[in-house]
């Protein structure tokens, strides 16, 4: 049994909101996913990509729309897996399970965004699946979002609210360099 990276929907729609002005909560991510990116594949273990598609033509995430492409640090490599998921949950209507199944995968390590939806979604199904799950709180996407009655959660309190409810319910919070010493060991 092994555990892989999941890089979930690190795309350009979410560097393209960046640089229109909404912040991220580690603006470091995308150099952060690159390093475990590079790790796992210096110990040959596994790493798995899903990507988003919208099914909207005016969705950033549209498969014709320059926001769905990967970002380059993310960039999967030939005979990396992909999955293409049109939900929220990379479990729904891409064959991952099976692919988890048929290597004999039993862990995952999470990256990606955005982590109050995709990202977190993921880790509450692989977790009811039997998953042992691992998200990485540094090397995750996300944005401040409004509430209904117009009050603003920055992204740093949206992450924090993530994290918060997987913690230990449905994953283990770790740091990149936490898992990096894991793969070392």
């Known amino acids: 049994m092994s555990t892989a990276l999941l890089v979930i929907d690190a795309q350009m729609a979410f560097v393209e909101r960046r640089e229109a002005g909404s912040l991220w909560a580690n603006p470091q991510a995308a150099e952060r996913i690159a390093t475990l990116l590079a790790a796992?594949?210096?110990e040959r273990l596994p790493v798995?990509?899903?990507?988003?598609?919208?099914?909207d033509p005016r969705d950033d995430f549209h498969p014709s729309a320059p926001?769905?492409?990967v970002q380059p640090e993310a960039a999967p490599l030939p005979g990396e897996p992909v999955f293409i998921k049109y939900r929220s949950s990379a479990f729904i209507g891409t064959g991952l399970?099976?692919?988890?199944?048929?290597?004999g995968i039993s862990g995952l390590?999470?990256?990606?965004?955005a982590a109050n939806f995709c990202v977190e979604s993921t880790a509450r199904m692989a977790s009811d699946l039997g998953y042992a799950v691992s998200v990485v709180e540094d090397a995750l996407i996300n944005f401040g979002t409004g509430l209904r009655d117009g009050r603003r959660l920055s992204a740093g309190e949206v992450l924090a609210r993530v994290l918060a409810t997987l913690d230990g319910e449905f994953a283990h919070i770790a740091t990149t360099s936490e898992i990096l010493t894991q793969i070392a060991a």
């Open 48 to 55: 798995l990509h899903v990507h988003h598609h919208g099914s």
């Open 67 to 69: 926001g769905a492409a």
């Open 40 to 42: 796992f594949r210096a």
């Open 97 to 103: 399970q099976d692919h988890l199944k048929a290597e």
């Open 109 to 113: 390590v999470i990256v990606g965004g």
